[in-house]
Structures are given as C-alpha cells and as structure tokens.
C-alpha cells in the first residue's frame, strides 16, 4: 500500500534530488535507475541537423537531366565570380555524390558502412523550423499532437538509459526516466565526505537511493570527460560513453548553423567538414563498438531546389539523411527519386519527398529496442506503417 507525500516529505525530495543533482562534476542530470547494460549491445547515435540541411547540396543528383540547368552550373558561377575552384561532387553511383567536404562519409560509403536516403522527409509540409522540429523530435504524424519524444517512448518501454550532449534534454528523448543530459563543465570536483553524507540521507528512501546510485555510476563514467571544442569534441565524447561497460546505449547529439539563406557554398563547406569530421571523431571514440552501431543523420527538412538572389537556398521539404555503423547495408543510395524538372518539383520550388523519414526511423528503434511491430505503432510512432526496410547486414 502506498502512501502519498506529504507537502514536506516532497519538498525535501525535490530538494534533494536537485542537490545530488548539484555536486555531480559535470553537467549530468539525475536520472531514474535503469537495467544493467549489455557490454557487446548493439548502440545507437543520434543526430539532428538544426536548421535544414540542404539534401542537394550535400548529395548532389547529378545524373538528373535537370540538374546543371538547376544546380549543376549555380554553385559554379557563383564561385567563379569570386575566384574560388569548386571541387567535384565525391562519385557515389551514375546519379548521385557527395558533397567534397564528406570525405569521412565517402570513404564509409565504399566500406558498405554508410546508407544514404534521399528525397526524405517527415509527414511535415509546412515550412516552419519550430513546428518541423517539434514533429521530427515527438514522431507524430502533426505538430504538438504529443509532448513526449519518439526515442523517450522507446527508451520508457524498455527502461533503458540514454545520453543527450546538449544543454538541455531534446524532446526527442521527454518521456524517459532513465535519459540524462551531459555538457562539459570546468566546476570543481564534489567534496566526497559531503557527497557520503548525501548518500546517508538518501538511504530509507528507496526511490531517492536508486536515483544516487545511478547518478553517481554516472558519474564515474564522465570523470575525465572534456567533450573537446565543438561538435567534433562532444561527438568522440558520445563514442567514449557508449563504450563505456557502465554507460548507456543511447546517445543523442545535435548541431545548429543549417539555415543556409545566404552564401550556402561557403557556410556548407564549413558546415560538412565540420559534421564529416565530428562523425569521424564519434567512430573513433567508440572504438571496437563501431561494429555494433547505427549512426541515423537527420534534419527537419530540405530546402529550395533553386537559389534564391542571394546565394543561399530558403526553406524547403524534400532533403537527405544518413544511416551510417559497422553493421549497416551500405554502400547504396535508397531514393525512390521523383525528378527535378520544374513539373516534378513540390509546389514547383522544393524536390518532393517520397520516403516518409518515420520509415527509417522505425526499423532503427526496432533494431536498437526489439520492440514489436504493435509497441512500435502503439506507443513509439503511432500510425506508422509496418517496417519494411532492411538497413543492416546479415
């Protein structure tokens, strides 16, 4: 029989657990305990693009008919007015490359370790970052139709633990006990008498000590955490968690600067290099665990087919995502490819989505979860189809 908490007994519980949560090293939320982790289980990362990364830009369709006369010279010229060489598009297959600053993603791609899904997009035909945003991240088939996130749901159902590097906690992963958040932090180390006599206090209370303990399992797995300078330090610092024997499976990483309105050419080249590089820098610190990962690249949406007079694209639909780990059925571009003449055109001015992004998502919850086709519509992504997808190597 249970007994509801008295005013006092509450606030000294939230008081409490904000405390602990206080004299944690890092920037590590307090989470709710959670099962012990299979050393050699599979990993998953991540990673949205904030902002809308323009899919055409960064795997040009090239063996478009329509492609020069649309992108095929733009980039050129406008490069050429400046002075500046633009290298070619990395060779994917007779229709498709690589932006030249995924070098990394290439070379992964020709290992069979990286999937590229074009003309992607969530059920989102509006063109707001917010509203996009909120869609991708909850999984629902409409803005704010639910409040809690595709992974939370997921990682709820099977109580498992995640990690997001970023300020605060995405929506993507609301919804679950066991999901912390982690940033670097330069504060002084806890005083350990102060945190045994937490610990004392904590003691009668079973919901509060199971809390502490998971807490503090953290927070042997960020001693010596930096997260380095920018998206590259914080993604090996993601690898270093997930191959951790006592960290999570889960971790959630995001970068902004996407929203190329202006001068795209030259903020994409810096943009790419900097995501190459940091999903370079993630494989690193997993290690041997590379073998066992899935690596899910996404944005909100595309942008423009066109430039607009200022050298950059405006808000799109249709754009790209990647699907990247040592036991991914790579090396191929999955695209069920609608054209990019001006009468195939979305609204003639975006390329039209024709895989829905829930469609990939959906066997990569599966895969990292086991979850059964009934949760999965149920709970994690209400209303999607069966999965139908076969993204990883036998």
Do not use: C
Not at 303 to 321: E, F, I, L
């Amino acid at each position: 029989m249970t007994t509801p908490l008295s005013r006092r007994a509450a606030l000294h519980w939230l008081g409490a657990a904000a405390t602990a949560s206080a004299l944690l090293p890092a920037r590590l939320a307090l989470a709710a305990p959670s099962r012990s982790q299979d050393p050699q289980g599979a990993r998953l990362v991540v990673v949205l693009l904030r902002g809308a990364l323009d899919g055409l830009a960064a795997v040009p369709a090239y063996g478009d008919a329509a492609w020069s006369a649309l992108r095929g010279n733009s980039e050129a010229d406008a490069a050429a007015a400046k002075g500046v060489p633009v290298p070619a598009a990395l060779r994917l297959d007779a229709n498709f490359g690589l932006h030249p600053s995924l070098a990394h993603l290439h070379a992964w791609y020709g290992q069979n370790e990286l999937l590229v899904v074009h003309a992607t997009a969530s059920p989102y035909r509006e063109r707001s970052h917010f509203d996009a945003q909120q869609l991708l991240e909850s999984g629902g088939d409409k803005p704010f139709a639910l409040n809690t996130g595709w992974l939370g749901r997921a990682l709820q159902v099977t109580a498992k633990p995640a990690i997001a590097l970023a300020a605060a906690m995405p929506l993507a992963l609301r919804g679950a006990d066991g999901a912390s958040t982690w940033t670097p932090d330069r504060r002084q180390d806890a005083d350990q008498d102060l945190m045994a006599r937490v610990g004392q206090m904590y003691r009668d209370d079973p919901q509060l000590a199971a809390a502490l303990a998971q807490a503090m399992g953290q927070k042997d797995m960020t001693m010596g955490a930096d997260g380095g300078a920018g998206f590259a330090g914080l993604a090996k610092q993601a690898g270093s968690f997930l191959a951790d024997p006592k960290g999570p499976r889960v971790a959630w990483l995001e970068a902004g600067g996407w929203d190329t309105h202006t001068n795209q050419s030259a903020r994409l080249t810096r943009l790419l290099t900097g995501l190459d590089d940091g999903l370079a820098a993630l494989r690193a610190g997993l290690g041997a665990h590379w073998a066992h990962t899935s690596v899910l690249v996404m944005t909100e949406f595309g942008r423009s087919a066109t430039y607009n007079g200022t050298g950059g694209t405006d808000h799109g639909t249709g754009g790209v995502a990647f699907l990247a780990g040592g036991n991914v059925a790579g090396g191929k571009v999955l695209a069920d490819w609608p054209g990019l003449a001006k009468g195939q055109l979305l609204d003639g001015r975006d390329l039209k989505p024709t895989i829905d992004l829930r469609s990939v998502i959906a066997p990569v919850v599966q895969h990292q979860f086991a979850l059964s086709t009934a949760q999965l519509q149920s709970v994690v992504l209400p209303g999607v189809g069966k999965p139908t997808l076969n993204l990883w190597r036998t």
